[in-house]
């Protein structure tokens, strides 16, 4: 049986990423007023599960990061008087000890670390569903801005185990502002465009290149420039996703929602450390964050001179899936 999981051993600079991603969804902290971006594009996954959820339900957060959608669902659960079980499941500590700050005190939420350190493989083994459930399943499983960051080819088994872990007639429900779909308009583009493209402005400039160039290990700076090309990995195509959940056998609907977001909130999100290591290679933070500022400002412009910005921030566009397990 997995134990609940607790932060342990995380150091200050883990805590403040948290902190400071936790701050890119609402403003200065403050639970109460969830910034525009985030309040717009949540509203509706959260509704869309909300609708869906019954008193006594188990519910899966499937990527809970710093909370922002847990937070959001318990709000309209707690104002209508449900009870459920809340299984709250991420695989990055930093970000994962800010919700269980924010919601450990609850006696309804539990805490799964999506993964373990296997020492006969040597490397880190991601749980299943089913594992991570106990056992149990689930009546809905929620997951927001999370399916666009697994790798294409692991899509189908997530998928399978997403679908095991559900009982007969339970929901999967997501969201994505960053997978692209035939039908978004030329006037938004995808959520983390803006970041892929301060990671090229970045790297490219004359204070990266001179960091990576005074550095005397080459595979040091190879490592780098591996690392800044995670931070906003290229996501999965639309078909891979609706391919692998039909396959299951899914009863499937999609809706879509263009959401803005403002420069100043674009800025606070690329500056959340973890994501500004897509100027991974000047170790001073000033000269990186003003490095940044500037990288973002030109890519904004050239999204406003595109017409996928204006002088209210950029447009990206949001896919919404609601599936259901029918047997």
């Given amino acids: 049986m997995l134990q609940n999981w607790t932060p342990e051993g995380l150091s200050e600079s883990d805590l403040a990423d948290g902190d400071l991603y936790h701050r890119s969804l609402y403003a200065e902290g403050n639970l109460e007023q969830p910034l525009s971006w985030h309040r717009d594009s949540i509203a509706k996954l959260v ?21 922002g959608s847990a937070i959001e669902l318990l709000k309209v659960l707690d104002s209508q008087g449900i009870q459920i079980t809340l299984v709250l499941v991420d695989p990055l500590p930093s970000w994962f000890s800010k919700a269980w700050e924010l919601l450990h ?29 106990d ?10 801005s999370t399916v666009h960051l697994i790798p294409s080819k692991t899509i189908p088994s997530l998928i399978e185990e997403l679908y095991a872990g559900l009982v007969p007639g339970g929901w999967f429900i997501w969201d994505s502002g960053d997978i692209d779909t035939p039908t978004r308009p030329v006037s938004s583009c995808l959520l983390h465009d803006p970041y892929r493209g301060v990671q090229v402005k970045a790297i490219a400039s004359a204070e990266h290149q001179a960091a990576l160039s005074s550095l005397d290990d080459e595979l040091q700076a190879q ?33 879509t929602l263009e959401v803005s977001m ?7 999100f690329i500056l959340v450390p973890r ?53």
């Fill in 275 to 327: 994501l500004a290591a897509v100027a991974a290679g000047i170790e001073d933070e000033s000269v990186r964050t003003v490095l940044i500022e500037r990288c973002l400002a030109e890519t904004l412009e050239e999204l406003r001179a595109s017409g996928q910005a204006d002088e209210n921030g950029y447009r990206s566009h949001w896919i919404y899936g609601a599936h259901q397990k029918l047997f």
């Fill in 262 to 268: 403002a420069d100043v909130d674009a800025l606070r």
């Fill in 105 to 133: 005190q609850r006696s309804d939420v539990e805490f799964r670390l999506s993964f373990d350190y296997d020492s006969k493989l040597g490397r880190k083994r991601f749980f299943t569903v089913t594992e991570l459930l």
């Fill in 223 to 255: 490592r780098i420039l591996q690392k800044t090309g995670r931070i906003f990995p290229t996501p999965p195509k639309m078909n891979i996703i609706t391919d692998a959940i039909d396959a299951v056998g899914f009863q499937s609907e999609y809706t």
């Fill in 47 to 67: 509704q869309a599960a909300a609708d869906r959820i019954s008193d006594g339900d188990i519910v899966v957060d499937y990527g809970t990061g710093t909370g």
């Fill in 135 to 144: 056992g149990r399943q689930a009546n809905l499983i929620l997951s927001s």
